[in-house]
């Protein structure tokens, strides 16, 4: 079954075009336009520019999709959407302009999504696979549990970080609860799994991509040293440097140092000595799902 899903993030928007069977989601076509939706995303509102960049993106990503006509479309919006007091404005910008019905995710709802998406695109063990989605305005962290999968959803990511000048160790503060949770809780031999725009821009610099190919970057390993390396890099090389460096996209220079910082958080907090990059992320987890719900109609 062919399908669609878009991703209306607080950094970028973004769409997959998939084949989707019982198990697996298969890639056909996808996109990303940067469209910042999050743009003072601390003031608690979002901005009519940044709706507008979206909603346009988004009126792109259908014309890309009609010749191929898939069964269906999922929109889904998570931080920037879920956190603003005018919402339903941007809900109803985006009804009216494109007639879809735009989904918001709850914190746990973008966690179980990412968590699908990487178990339908890499070969991991559930059983002591963790995994973190690094977004602009929230990460979320997923993990096997003693009884039962576990799920939370953080106020931080790359743009609020950035826009609110959190310092590392502030960002940590509103870490630790969770992580201390995990770490107390985590499986042996834990494998963690790095989904999102910081974690695809670390592969495709470390592997000095002028142009980024995705088959290279999904499954890349990347160490804790090779991480620390990189952040040393991104630092030193200053806001004008890493406008010109290799792998990461202009678009992403001024805020890839929070984003960074995250995930060096859970690396050091938790002992990991790394983990590996996965291009199946959300995206392939809404895929997957609405492949399910289409499915489940047919046979009613």
């Known amino acids: 079954m062919l399908v669609a899903s878009i991703d209306i993030g607080t950094n970028s928007t973004r769409f997959l075009l998939a ?7 298969d890639h056909v076509k996808s996109g990303l336009l940067t469209t910042r939706l999050g743009q003072g995303i601390n003031r608690g509102r979002l901005l009519p520019e940044a709706m507008e960049r979206t909603v346009a993106a988004i009126q792109e990503f259908l014309k890309e999709l009609a010749p191929y006509q898939p069964g269906g479309i999922i929109a889904a919006a998570t931080s920037a959407v879920r956190d603003a007091a005018n919402r339903e404005e941007f809900i109803h910008l985006v009804r009216q302009t494109t007639g879809l019905e735009v989904v918001v995710l709850s914190g746990e709802e973008e966690a179980a999504a990412a968590y699908r998406g ?8 559930a059983a002591n ?3 973190l989605d690094v977004g602009g305005g929230s990460t979320e962290i997923i993990w096997p549990g003693h009884s039962a999968l576990r799920y939370a959803s ?4 790359a743009v609020r970080m950035t826009e609110g000048g959190h310092s590392e160790k502030q960002i940590k503060e509103i870490m630790q609860p969770v992580l201390t949770e995990i770490k107390n809780s985590q499986p042996d031999d834990p494998v963690l799994v790095a989904v999102g725009g910081t974690a695809t821009t670390l592969a495709a610099v470390s592997l000095q991509l002028k142009d980024y190919r995705p088959e290279l970057v999904h499954g890349c390993r990347l160490s804790a040293a090779e991480i620390n390396r990189l952040f040393s890099l991104l630092e030193t090389a200053g806001p004008a440097g890493r406008l010109k460096m290799i792998g990461l996209q202009p678009e ?3 805020i890839i140092l929070a984003g960074v910082t995250i995930i ?8 990991l000595p790394g983990l590996t990059v996965s291009e199946s992320d959300i995206l392939y987890g809404l895929a997957w799902e609405l492949g399910q719900q289409l499915s489940k ?4």
């Open 19 to 25: 084949r989707v069977s019982d198990q697996q989601v």
């Open 118 to 125: 990487v178990l339908a695109g890499l070969p991991v063990t």
């Open 129 to 131: 696979t963790l995994v």
């Open 154 to 157: 953080l106020p931080v990511g």
């Open 252 to 254: 992403r220079a001024d």
């Open 264 to 271: 060096k958080i859970v690396l050091d907090t938790l002992a």
């Open 297 to 300: 109609q047919k046979l009613e």
